[in-house]
């Protein structure tokens, strides 16, 4: 089974930038979607941005588009997500996440992943 560990989070203060890490073990990176989740206190968890490095395919979350970048460093079996211009909406619990490429991206968007990192929290201060 594929294991998931994000790191990263810490406080910012509004228009500022944290970049977030998920390291990926236990299986082959390439077969995989990483996907990164958010949950804000009080809200519903949302899907935020995912991967598929091997097809060179990226999603965005509409909120997220042209702040936050995601990327994968596949000899450290990493992805990041750089998040810049960030505002206090954007505090929340970030979770990686992956799920078997060949169940397709749906599985993102419906967040039916096959395995889940621990969260890591972010802060922004306005």
């Known amino acids: 089974d594929v294991q998931l560990q994000a790191s990263g989070g810490g406080l910012v203060q509004a228009g500022g930038s944290l970049r977030l890490s998920c390291v990926v073990s236990?299986?082959?990176?390439?077969?995989?979607?990483i996907g990164w989740f958010r949950q804000a206190t009080g809200k519903e968890r949302e899907g935020v941005s995912c991967i598929a490095s091997s097809r060179s395919l990226e999603y965005y979350e509409d909120s997220v588009k042209g702040r936050f970048t995601i990327s994968s460093d596949n000899a450290k079996n990493t992805v990041y997500l750089q998040m810049n211009t960030l505002n206090p909406s954007d505090s929340a619990v970030y979770y990686c996440?992956?799920?078997?490429?060949?169940?397709?991206?749906?599985?993102?968007?419906?967040?039916?992943?096959?395995?889940w990192g621990k969260g890591t929290l972010v802060t922004v201060s306005s």
């Open positions: 236990g299986s082959t990176f390439d077969d995989y979607i």
């Open positions: 996440a992956a799920v078997r490429i060949d169940r397709g991206w749906y599985s993102f968007i419906i967040q039916d992943m096959d395995s």
